[in-house]
């Protein structure tokens, strides 16, 4: 794992805000380049009224750097042209719940 996904996770862990590089937490939420990845307050899972962590690719698909920086949370990865967290099918854009 990466200096800056470490001390990102961390910060987001502590609550603490962090930015560094194209990075950006306010220990709830993560940004990469801009888009959400990280959510710690469930509210994108209104229709199962679920809490939690949770977990998306910003809409953008898979990279290598956001596969990177969602790492602490989760396995991105992209086998055959599909995606998968954690093994599990993914619809890029979609809120995956995660256990923290």
Known sequence: MRKITKEIHTAWKNGSTMSKGNTITDGQKVWLHGNCIVNNNGGFDIVRSRQ????????????????????????FTRKK????????????????????
């Open 81 to 100: 042209g599909k995606l998968f967290m954690d093994e599990r099918p993914y619809k890029s854009g979609e809120w995956f719940r995660v256990d923290v």
């Open 52 to 75: 939690g962590t949770f977990v998306s690719d910003g809409g953008y698909g898979y990279s290598r750097t956001t596969a990177e920086r969602l790492k602490p949370w989760t396995r």
